[in-house]
């Protein structure tokens, strides 16, 4: 079975620091990767994806994350976050393997980002 | 534009009351999902659904129910035996669920609550 661990619900960044917003996944082989973002009363956006090839992604917004399977983690980054930055960010992994009915998107619980005033 | 239009945004349900929320997708996609949000619980799967006239159910089924009549519409319905329905309800669709690097598009949720 698939897990996904964010570590830290909130983080607070002041406007123009580094956003780092972790993410490590437990899984018997290397899934496929997803972080996707929420802003208050709304769905979820994707931001970007890894499935193969280079595992630095780059994302909408100048987000970008780095799937490193030594650490089994895929943290998310800006170099410079924006006021309109703040929302809530979820991970998720689904099973290379899976498909048909076994399909599954398993996220993580969710890390609230806020910007300090 | 293509999207998932949820309706109504805010549901609001009495006791021993089955509700249903809608969810109409116009992107053409096969697969539809259920999820439930609760703070600080991510999102749980509730149904999903990978062609019309066919779903199965997610890891918190129990006290919903679900169909998949047409290609574009996923409704869900909440039942009285859904003990805590209280909870951001989140649809989804994607290309396919035959290959699990497809994303999943999201509608912008209906919030339901208990009177």
């Known amino acids: 079975a698939q897990s996904v661990t964010q570590l830290g619900s909130h983080v607070s960044v002041s406007e123009g620091a580094l956003v780092l917003l972790r993410c490590n996944y437990s899984?018997?082989?290397?899934?496929?990767l997803f972080w996707y973002v929420q802003y208050p009363n709304q769905g979820l956006q994707l931001l970007l994806k890894?499935?193969?090839?280079?595992?630095l992604v780059k994302g909408i917004n100048g987000f970008e994350a780095e799937f490193k399977k030594s650490e089994t983690s895929f943290h998310l980054t800006k170099p410079s976050a924006h006021m309109s930055d703040a929302a809530e960010y979820f991970c998720?992994?689904?099973?290379?393997?899976?498909?048909?009915?076994?399909?599954?998107?398993?996220f993580g619980k969710g890390t609230l980002l806020t910007m300090n005033p | 534009d293509g999207g998932i239009t949820q309706s109504p945004k805010y549901l609001f349900r009495k006791e021993g009351q089955n509700v249903t929320l809608s969810c109409e997708q116009n992107?053409?996609?096969?697969?539809m999902y259920w999820y439930r949000q609760d703070p600080g619980q991510g999102l749980r799967l509730i149904y999903y659904?990978?062609?019309?006239?066919?779903?199965q159910k997610g890891d918190i089924a129990e006290g919903y129910s679900v169909s998949r009549e047409k290609k574009e519409s996923f409704p869900l319905t909440v039942t009285s035996a859904q003990k805590n329905p209280t909870a951001f309800y989140l649809c989804?669709?994607?290309?396919?669920?035959?290959?699990?690097?497809?994303?999943?598009?999201f509608g912008d949720g209906t919030r339901l609550s208990i009177l």
């Open positions: 989804a669709s994607s290309m396919t669920a035959d290959h699990s690097n497809q994303p999943q598009h």
């Open positions: 899984s018997s082989v290397p899934p496929y």
């Open positions: 890894y499935t193969t090839g280079a595992t």
């Open positions: 998720a992994v689904s099973d290379p393997r899976s498909g048909g009915s076994n399909y599954k998107l398993t």
């Open positions: 992107l053409n996609h096969d697969a």
């Open positions: 659904s990978q062609i019309v006239n066919d779903f």
